[in-house]
């Protein structure tokens, strides 16, 4: 009577049934596929990229290195300062943190067009 009460977690008193324990079938028998990436950051390291973050702050710098999380290393970063006045304030080498970042693009081969949604009147 001093055990009641005191089960051990998991136990039913029956034999095991392999709930999560062991590999499954799909895993005995292979490894599983490997992900691929759904952003190739390799053809833009040593490239300059603009980098825009949640908050509203955005940078520019050279692409050094990223990881699966994209976090990103950027060399010879510049700030664009909006308030008081537009300016641009150097940072040097930054590390980027992945989560913050809600846009990237490449400076080099991309330019400002018009808003073709607009109606001319």
Do not use: C
Request: hydrophobic share 30%.
């Amino acid at each position: 009577m001093a055990d009641r009460g005191r089960a051990v977690r998991g136990s039913r008193g029956g034999p095991s049934r392999g709930r999560g324990h062991g590999p499954s079938s799909s895993q005995a028998s292979g490894e599983k596929p490997r992900r691929e990436a759904i952003l190739d950051l390799s053809k833009y390291v040593n490239e300059r990229i603009r980098v825009k973050f949640t908050g509203g702050r955005e940078v520019t710098g050279m692409l050094k290195g990223y990881d699966q999380l994209l976090n990103l290393v950027l060399d010879d970063v510049e700030e664009d300062v909006e308030l008081p006045q537009p300016r641009k304030r150097s940072l040097g080498l930054a590390v980027l943190r992945g989560p913050t970042i809600i846009l990237l693009s490449p400076v080099d081969g991309s330019e400002e067009i018009a808003n073709p949604f607009l109606t001319q009147e």
